[in-house]
């Protein structure tokens, strides 16, 4: 996808923060594969930055909105982190 494509679809859905894949469209519906940006993220026990991926979550599907009379759905890729500091995931 191109770049400025990609930043008018996460400006368009609201998706600051997030990186944006494959859109896939249905006849009822469109599909939107998001990311997290890792790039900023704390603990939410210590606040630490020092984390590491450790683990994928099962993805998930989210409606998100309506657009034209289709559901627009989020496909989250969701990671798991496990702090270094404080050692809590």
Do not use: D, F
Not at 66 to 81: A, D, M, S, T, V
Request: net charge positive; glycine share 12%; with cysteine.
């Amino acid at each position: 996808m191109a770049k400025s494509q990609e930043n008018g679809i996460t400006i368009l859905l609201g998706l600051k923060g997030y990186k944006v894949g494959e859109v896939s469209k249905g006849t009822e519906e469109i599909m939107v594969e998001v990311k997290a940006n890792p790039g900023g993220i704390r603990c939410p026990h210590c606040g630490s930055m020092r984390l590491y991926q450790h683990g994928l979550c099962q993805e998930r599907k989210v409606l998100h909105s309506w657009r034209g009379g289709k559901r627009i759905y989020l496909k989250l890729h969701r990671h798991r982190w496990l702090c270094q500091e404080c050692s809590r995931s």
